[in-house]
């Protein structure tokens, strides 16, 4: 079974940037859709971005123009590049696995001054 390792969370102030990693221990998720998800204290995980195989991608709107999700095939790993960030932002991110609904471990991603 394929597994997935976040990397790039931390403490960041308001404005600033963040790029998470998401690596596959395989290559068979270069072609299922990959997504980015958070969950702060005491709210649901919601979805930030998916990136289909083909490289189609969608945000939720609050994200949109602000984050950017990729995926480089070739490293098995997906990106959430994380840009003006705010303390709305806070919450631990996960990558996951679509198709399978796998799910990585998480990192934590604080904004605040």
């Known amino acids: 079974q394929v597994q997935f390792m976040e990397s790039g969370g931390g403490l960041v102030q308001p404005g600033g940037s963040l790029r998470l990693s998401c690596a596959a221990s395989?290559?068979?998720?270069?072609?299922?859709?990959m997504g980015w998800y958070r969950q702060a204290p005491g709210q649901q995980r919601t979805m930030v971005a998916t990136?289909?195989?083909?490289?189609?991608?969608n945000y939720v709107d609050s994200v949109k123009g602000r984050f950017t999700i990729s995926r480089d095939n070739t490293r098995n790993t997906v990106y959430l590049q994380m840009n003006s960030l705010a303390p709305e932002d806070t919450a631990v991110y996960y990558c996951r696995d679509i198709y399978t609904n796998s799910w990585g471990q998480g990192t934590q991603v604080t904004v605040s001054s």
């Open positions: 395989g290559s068979i998720f270069n072609t299922h859709a």
């Open positions: 990136i289909t195989g083909g490289g189609t991608t």
